[in-house]
């Protein structure tokens, strides 16, 4: 059973800084791996899919690595700004009609 | 011009009622999906359907009842409503089935359920 990790919990840091969120999957047979964003009240918004076959995606100040044989992604945001500032989800497609989500991680990005 | 839109964005209502949450996608896309996010923002997968047909049912009680009249729709029915149903539920549609399956998300219906 595909079980998805995301490590910090929360995070706070000074604008202009570079950080990195982490999500861990327990099963490496995957077809790819989606980052989302998610603001209080609101939606989720994709904002990289990685394919299987990839091992990075970027968009503008984030990019996305992908090892699959580790079970890790990691997203990182450079130079961050407060509009950064939402929770941020991993979500993995094991190619059975459903994602499987990660427990988030709270950004906070102080001016 | 909404991709994923859902009714209502909000809806209080008492335990025991039945209520229904409207999901339509205007991006051609096969696949669509409920989703539950509980009090501590955990998203469970809930139902998928591909087509119009039920792919996913992950073992939500039969208290939830989906319906896709045609692959632009999925309604969620809830009957007889109980506290614990308190949550956001979201619907995502996704392309049909392909490594690049990116998720859309509609905007979330917040239940209450008092």
């Known amino acids: 059973k595909q079980e998805v990790t995301q490590i910090p919990a929360a995070l706070s840091v000074p604008e202009g800084e570079n950080l990195v969120l982490n999500c861990s999957f327990t099963?490496?047979?995957?077809?790819?791996l989606q980052w989302f964003r998610q603001d209080p009240g609101k939606g989720l918004t994709s904002l990289l899919l990685?394919?299987?076959?990839?091992r990075e995606q970027t968009s503008g100040r984030l990019n996305a690595s992908l090892d699959k044989s580790s079970g890790r992604s990691t997203l990182y945001i450079a130079a961050s700004q407060p509009g950064d500032s939402a929770t941020y989800l991993c979500?993995?497609?094991?190619?059975?009609?459903?994602?499987?989500f990660g427990t988030g991680t709270r950004l906070k990005v102080l001016a | 011009d909404t991709a994923v839109s859902q009714t209502p964005k909000y809806l209080v209502t008492q335990m025991g009622n039945d209520k229904s949450i409207k999901c339509e996608q205007n991006?051609?896309?096969?696949?669509m999906y409920w989703y539950k996010q509980d009090s501590k923002k955990f998203l469970k997968i809930m139902f998928s359907?591909?087509?119009?047909?039920?792919?996913i049912n992950e073992t939500v009680p039969n208290r939830f009842s989906p319906k896709s009249p045609d692959k632009a729709h999925l309604n969620l029915h809830i009957n007889s409503l109980e506290l614990g149903d308190s949550a956001v539920y979201f619907c995502?549609?996704?392309?049909?089935?392909?490594?690049?399956?990116?998720?859309?998300f509609g905007a979330g219906s917040r239940l209450t359920v008092l």
């Open positions: 995502a549609s996704s392309p049909q089935y392909s490594g690049a399956n990116v998720l859309t």
């Open positions: 099963d490496s047979a995957i077809y790819n």
């Open positions: 990685i394919q299987s076959s990839q």
């Open positions: 979500a993995v497609d094991s190619g059975t009609y459903k994602y499987i």
């Open positions: 991006l051609g896309h096969d696949t």
């Open positions: 359907y591909n087509n119009k047909e039920l792919i």
